[in-house]
């Protein structure tokens, strides 16, 4: 495994945790706001984000060294695919089968997006040093 691998492997899980703290913090401060069960949407909401990146990381790092960058780029594409259809599934499972509240669910959803975002940010420039 190279050290550029190495070290994309875990950004990306560092940008998964970064994600699941935002959803605890988003599920705290509903709580706080307006009970237990914007707390629970909340953490569903965010759930939502942190499974479908988790999904990506997989897919992307789970079978180690591309051969070349078409093999990558292949993955890539999947994960990604792969994400949006476990978002909308959870999504729709979280509103239609849990009857999760909408605010809550889509503030911490949005949250943990940002959160995804910052951590990007934090570690391309952390590259550029």
């Known amino acids: 495994m190279t050290g550029a691998f190495a070290k994309a492997r875990q950004g990306t899980l560092i940008i998964v945790g970064l994600q699941l703290v935002t959803t605890l913090l988003a599920g705290l401060v509903a709580a706080g706001v307006a009970g237990r069960y914007a707390a629970w949407s909340a953490l569903l909401g965010g759930l939502i984000n942190v499974v479908a990146s988790l999904s990506m990381a997989l897919k992307l790092f789970a079978g180690g060294l591309a051969a070349g960058p078409q093999q990558w780029l292949g993955r890539f594409l999947v994960g ?4 949006f259809v ?3 599934v959870l999504f ?3 509103i239609v089968v849990l009857k999760a509240a909408f605010l809550p669910l889509i503030l911490a959803y949005i949250a943990t997006y940002v959160a995804y975002w910052i951590g990007m940010v934090r570690i391309s ?3 550029a040093a």
Do not use: M, N, S
């Open 125 to 127: 420039f952390g590259q």
């Open 80 to 83: 990604e695919a792969l994400k």
């Open 92 to 94: 729709i499972f979280a």
């Open 86 to 88: 476990i978002t909308v």
